[in-house]
């Protein structure tokens, strides 16, 4: 049985993260300073427009696009409109955020701050204690709880995870401490001048570790010596029961090594084969997702009504495979192939149900419309993979879209390092559009003097402002 792996790949100004199951890329997502993801963030924020009618304010928290707050405990359908703590302009709030910004709106917040940990989520408010769905025996549910409400101070509510299956009272109580302590410094912290951040607990490695940590990783594989020394001092790596920790120190890049650099260029592509010769056709919009589902190769195989159900079948775990690679959320619309027995749409609903269960983030199957248009939800976190690793094309004034400079330097960077570290030559030219460039040298020429000090051998950068937007051309010298 294969290992279940995260890769932690730090280079400058970079980090990627992804999880890999059974050999194959099952999660990826990327950061840069410039794009850092806000999520978990704890700001004390300015109200700076409130709107009434929709029981919501924006917040100034020092971003470059104001928060958007829903300030009401219910909504005004249900309570009638009564909102005791509406605030106002000038008022000070201490928030969250809870969705990062994404095209010209600005990050949701929300004012139920929380701390999350590998096996709890503290929550400041009085309420039941939480326990992860994927923990399914009634037993072990009502274990955790009672030894969670008693560690609990009064004023707190926590939602265990899934990796807090098993744990003895000494984890959660060591745990529970730690966030208790970071929650209090919170609170002596809000009188601080707005807009200021007081919390940040969304640095990359941390985020990965925290999240994947519940996954049941075998082991965790990071390509930074610094990063590598801070996750050791955690003390979560490498003894009983723990996920390994390894520090990669190959010249092959990390996710060569590995064999998903071509996976992670494959989930940008509308296009999707099946094993049986289907594929999926998958568009992100404004108002959703549309995945078409096409028989392809599969038609005209004997029985027509078991092909379509054969194809259906395949693409709904292949759905529910792509929604987590590329990070699709929102509302999903899936057009699979008509069928015309009742019983083979229950049965693909089923099994779309069932393969969105290996999803970390809340996922939910509604159901087909009379159309045949099978209705889904996954809970929005952060920009999709898509949105991260493309952006508009000027040529056609936005209404195509070309691969970003982030995505484009992470490309450039992967083939200069395969040939310093594979073949005889010993000098390398990039040449590209001057931004580009700029991106690919790192602050300082960091990243070129980084290659010089792993393999000896000098890549030099010429500005070829003929190249277009996303172009480049890497000349090989011996």
Known sequence: MDMKRVLLDIEEGMIRVALIEEGKLVELYYETKREESLVGNIYMGRVDNVIPNLQACFVEIGSAKKGYLYYGSKRAVSDGGKNPSKPKVGDTVLVQVEKDAVGSKGAVLTQG??????????????????????????????????????????????????????????????EIKVLLARAKTIRQSQYRMAPALLLRQSRPIEKAVRDYYSEKID????????????????????????????????????????????????????????????????????????????????????????????????????????????????????????????????????????????????????????????????????????????????????RGRVPSIDWTVIKMRREVEG???????????????????????????????KLFQKFGKMVFCESKEDLLFSQYQIIKEK
């Open 113 to 174: 701050i929380s701390y999350p940990g590998k096996f709890l989520v503290l929550v400041e408010e009085d309420g039941e204690i939480g326990v992860s769905r994927k923990i399914t025996s009634g037993e072990e549910r009502e274990r955790i709880r009672q030894i969670v409400k008693k560690l609990l101070p009064q004023g707190y509510g926590a939602v265990v995870r899934t990796n807090g299956e098993g744990q003895e009272e000494e984890a959660f109580q060591k």
């Open 219 to 398: 082991e965790f594989i990071v390509n930074d010596k610094e990063a590598y020394d801070a996750l050791l001092e955690t003390k979560d790596f490498n003894g009983a029961n723990q996920p390994a920790l390894q520090f990669y120190q190959e010249k092959l890049p990390l996710f060569e090594s590995y064999f998903v650099e071509s996976q992670s260029h494959k989930a940008l592509e509308e296009k999707v084969w099946l094993k049986n010769g289907g594929f999926l056709v998958i568009q992100e919009t404004e108002a959703c997702v549309v995945i078409d589902v096409n028989s392809g190769k599969a038609a005209g195989k004997g029985d027509l009504e078991k092909a379509i159900q054969k194809t259906n079948l395949e693409a709904a775990q292949e759905v529910a495979r792509q929604l987590r690679l590329r990070n699709l959320s929102g509302i999903i619309i899936v057009d699979f192939i008509d069928m015309t027995s009742l019983e083979h749409r229950n049965l693909v609903t089923k099994a779309l149900a069932a393969a969105v269960e290996k999803d970390r983030i809340q996922t939910v199957v509604v159901g087909m419309t009379e159309l045949g248009l099978m209705q889904m939800t996954r809970k929005k976190t952060r920009p999709s993979l898509s949105a991260q690793m493309m952006t508009k094309c000027r040529q056609c004034e936005g």
């Open 419 to 449: 040939i310093l570290a594979n073949t005889i030559y010993n000098t390398v030219r990039v040449q590209a559009d001057s931004r580009l460039l700029y991106a690919f040298q790192g602050k300082e020429n960091a990243y070129l003097d």
